[in-house]
T-cell receptor
Framework: DTEVTQTPKHLVMGMTNKKSLKCEQHMGHRAMYWYKQKAKKPPELMFVYSYEKLSINESVPSRFSPECPNSSLLNLHLHALQPEDSALYLC????????????FGDGTRLSIL | AQTVTQSQPEMSVQEAETVTLSCTYDTSESNYYLFWYKQPPSRQMILVIRQEAYKQQNATENRFSVNFQKAAKSFSLKISDSQLGDTAMYFCAFSVYDMRFGAGTRLTVKP
């Protein structure tokens, strides 16, 4: 069973739409992550939240806006995306920081029309 | 800048045999962490093994073990008694201030 739950599993949106990706974990982890993974490529770190505060933003365009409402939830708000943003978006969590093992969700497959 | 290199895009092994996946990295830091993650076709990424750079002893997890050579900046993964369920993409990863993954090695275990 997946301990990190991501919704939706699939999302198709136009370039002018606003949508959000959701991630939830109930393992008591205090660090949560967003990754972008293109087909046949490794994951690329986008954002890191540590104790509900944004600690790393890997120069991600502002059309991606992360939010961490509480220690169990992580959102990624999407607005005015480009076709090259089509990818698998993975959420992960770990106990404290990047040096600990990460638990990944199944991802959201995003397609931009 | 931290980089991670996996020089074997694809590998195959017969069931029950042993296979070794290679990984090299580059960093000027002395304390860091290394990981091997597995991503089966169902796509959920799973941790295989983790190594702390300040520990000289190589990490092991059941059939999975690493050969960590800090001076050579090498971190290879050995899978013993390969099983069909080991078929997956394997990513070597490195963390200091952020997280970097290698390009991956697609491993196929053949019956």
């Amino acid at each position: 069973d997946t301990e990190v739950t991501q919704t939706p599993k699939h999302l198709v949106m136009g370039m002018t739409n606003k949508k959000s990706l959701k991630c939830e974990q109930h393992m008591g982890h205090r660090a949560m992550y967003w990754y972008k993974q293109k087909a046949k490529k490794p994951p690329e770190l986008m954002f890191v939240y540590s104790y509900e505060k944004l600690s790393i933003n890997e120069s991600v365009p502002s059309r991606f806006s992360p939010e961490c409402p509480n220690s169990s939830l992580l959102n990624l708000h999407l607005h005015a995306l480009q076709p090259e943003d089509s990818a698998l978006y993975l959420c992960a969590s770990s106990q404290r920081d990047l040096n600990q093992p990460q638990h990944f969700g199944d991802g959201t497959r995003l397609s931009i029309l | 800048a931290q980089t991670v290199t996996q020089s074997q895009p694809e590998m195959s092994v017969q069931e029950a045999e042993t296979v070794t996946l290679s990984c090299t990295y580059d960093t000027s830091e002395s304390n860091y962490y290394l990981f091997w993650y597995k991503q089966p076709p169902s796509r959920q990424m799973i941790l295989v093994i983790r190594q702390e750079a300040y520990k000289q002893q190589n990490a092991t997890e059941n059939r999975f073990s690493v050969n960590f050579q800090k001076a050579a900046k090498s971190f290879s993964l050995k899978i013993s008694d390969s099983q069909l369920g080991d078929t997956a993409m394997y990513f070597c990863a490195f963390s200091v201030y952020d997280m970097r993954f290698g390009a991956g090695t697609r491993l196929t275990v053949k019956p």
